[in-house]
């Protein structure tokens, strides 16, 4: 049973299940991430503080949920519940979670539904004790895990199958409890090679921390070294730098990390095959991490230029969409010689609610995250720097909006190709059917969003930019070539028909 750090029983306060497949979630916002993952060995260190900064600098990548599990050597405890990091913790639930092993997570859900039976890290039983789990993905053979798992004499009791209600997550703790193994690290050993998708995977045990990563390391993983001589796994750099460790390398693609008082040991389930996820550079990551050797900033900068060589055009302004648009709107103000300017302004404190607005407040929703400067957009011939069009419905109220104030001329400009194709590893991407490129000519989407002019960066630039090769990358939401085969039940999603424009 989860327990709070005073030893109560932790019921959840939000009804529900997760779900098994891929949960396209409704309403109108970018592109979102399927979570963060932290873990800390350090004895002597205060991991469960470490874990809740490494966290809070892992929150753009899930808002809905956030825990923390800690080990002392004989237990461990986790405390977790829906919100963001600072509405979970505070000083007292920190302070009772004592030990020198922690795991953290922070949600975004794309398989299993948005409640607290779904928030990480996950408990399970095993043979050698007790397992807790953070995943930072989306996994596309889920029904055979769950045969597997059944196919288990009484393993699939663990689980609330109820309709076939599960998240791969859930599964994955389930099986690393398998019988007839030595020791945890024989069980991972194993079952890692039976796991198709992306994955970035950090457990623990009583004694040790783990970390894995998918054989095409779709999504990133990176292990730091303490001052003190602990260690540090994290999905991005920047999460190493606010706890103060430093950076040693990237987990590799198809690794295994185990992690003890004896130091870090490798252990390679499959061979490597990278195809790390472009969206990462385009979006997913804070602009102060570094993927691949490559800086994200120096990146989203560069696709800025590129785009403003590609997409030129008079105007007066270049304004970014805050923030994920600003380094790209900076390098296309640097590239075109137009000044850039803030022109909106964003709320820094909007996170998720569970408040659901009327269809009217839900229409000027994106009032709530930003607001015009009208002194400086008035009268202005304007560029508008944006990461991405998914559906299209955020560019087309933030150029109604931008109108509204006075601006004189809206060009939109994108850092990124069209997106075209749903994503299976851990992305929200809708069916094709709702994307705004597909089954439209871009003059088409251009009218739609209510711009002056439209342009997105090629493929080739963008790739440029990350100074990554192609065959490294993966880019199947802009071309619908998949590194890994999508889920079979949802297949489906490819053939949708385009919406009629």
Known sequence: MTRRPDGTPLTPRRGGDGMLGHELMPGEKGPQDACGVFGVFGPGEEVAKLSYFGLYALQHRGQESAGIATSNGDSILVFKDMGLVS????????????????????????????????????????????VALGHNGNLTNVQRLLELLIEREGMAKRLDLKGGKCTDTAIVTALLGSDGYESLEDVAIDLLPSLEGAYSLVWMDEHKLYAARDPQGIRPLVLGELPSGGWVVASETAALDIVGARQEREVEPGEMLIIDESGVRSRRFAEADPKGCIFEYVYLARPDTTIAGRSVQMARLEMGRALAKEHPVEADLVIPVPESGTPAAVGYAQGSGIPFAQGLVKNSYVGRTFIQPSQTLRQLGIRLKLNPLREVIAGKRLVVVDDSIVRGNTQRALVAMLREAGAAEVHVRISSPPVQWPCFYGIDFPTRDELAAVGHTMEEVRLSIGADSLGHISLEGMLAATEQAESRLCTACFTGTYPVEPPVAARHLLLSQPAEA
């Not at 913790?89 to 020198?100: K, M, P, R, V």
């Not at 795991?103 to 948005?114: D, F």
Request: net charge negative; aromatic share 6%.
């Open 87 to 130: 509405q979970v913790f505070d000083e007292g639930s920190l302070e009772a979670l004592q030990g020198h092993i922690a795991v953290g997570h922070t949600r975004y859900s794309t398989t299993g539904a948005s409640v607290w039976a779904n928030a990480q890290p996950t408990l399970g039983p095993t043979a050698h004790g007790t």
